[in-house]
């Protein structure tokens, strides 16, 4: 069964359950459609990666559909983004970050925090994006995006506790205030992988936030 979550007119579809009722084939006709073309790496990690990620339980893929059924604008029901959540550690140093986000992120430290680098498990924003194909971007905010996945990660957080997320984007001025606008603070920067081809840059700033 597909777990839907309402937020206005916006809902929420994780890409297993999406799997489950459609089936692979079908799943894959829909993901083929998105278009990200400011960005490669969340345009082909939908297409090609978000599948077999999902099925193997490395990453969770919750698409957003913009649903209407106004007089005004008649029925419809179009892809307006996604994003994928998995978990991972990151290192984070004393003097990235203030004395109060320190002191909140030692509680949840897994090393002894020697060095003053604490490594700590988070769930990571990997993607997110709009879909850009039929001006479908149009129909939501990158904000409310962002803020599905907080709320999602919230939830997950409230059964099994934890109070931090990070994400990693490419070092560019506009992202990095979309993030900062948002609530998250930069914390770091990270080497791109030999794989991460689809990136601009050779290395990602990589942002935190506390939920709270
Ligand atoms: C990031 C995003 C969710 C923000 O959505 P939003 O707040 O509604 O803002 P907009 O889409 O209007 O973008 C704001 C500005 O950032 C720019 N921008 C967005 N993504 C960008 C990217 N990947 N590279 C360069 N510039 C980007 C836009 O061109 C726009 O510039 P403008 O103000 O000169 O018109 C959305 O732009 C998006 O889906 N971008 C592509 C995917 C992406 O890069 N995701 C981040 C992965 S870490």
Redesign the pocket.
């Known amino acids: 069964m597909i777990n839907l979550e309402i937020n206005s007119e916006l809902i929420s579809i994780n890409l297993k359950d999406l799997i489950e009722q459609l089936g692979e084939d079908k799943t894959k006709d829909i993901l083929s459609s998105f278009e990200?073309p400011?960005?490669m790496?969340?345009q082909n990690f939908l297409r090609y990666k978000a599948i077999p990620f999902s099925k193997q339980g490395i990453s969770a893929t919750h698409l957003i559909y913009c649903y209407s059924n106004s007089e005004k604008w008649g029925k419809y029901k179009e892809l307006v983004?996604y994003y994928t959540i998995t978990t991972k550690n990151l290192v984070l140093h004393k003097k990235a970050v203030t004395n109060t986000i320190w002191k909140k992120t030692l509680k949840f430290c897994n090393n002894a925090p020697k060095d003053n680098k604490c490594i700590l498990a988070a769930p990571l924003i990997g993607?997110?994006?709009?879909n850009?194909a039929n001006g479908n971007?149009a129909l939501?905010?990158?904000?409310e995006?962002?803020e599905l996945a907080l709320n999602k990660i919230k939830q997950i957080q409230n059964e099994i506790g934890g109070k931090f997320t990070y994400?990693?984007?490419?070092d560019?001025e506009?992202?990095i205030s979309?993030?900062e606008e948002n609530g998250f603070t930069v914390f770091g920067k990270r080497q791109l992988d030999r794989d991460e081809t689809d990136i601009?840059g050779e290395h990602l700033i990589q942002l935190l936030k506390y939920i709270k």
Not at 140 to 143: A, D, L, R
Not at 167 to 170: A, D
């Open positions: 990200c400011m960005n790496d969340v983004g993607q997110l994006g709009k850009f971007d939501i905010k990158g904000s995006l962002l994400l990693e984007c490419e560019n506009k992202l979309f993030y601009k």
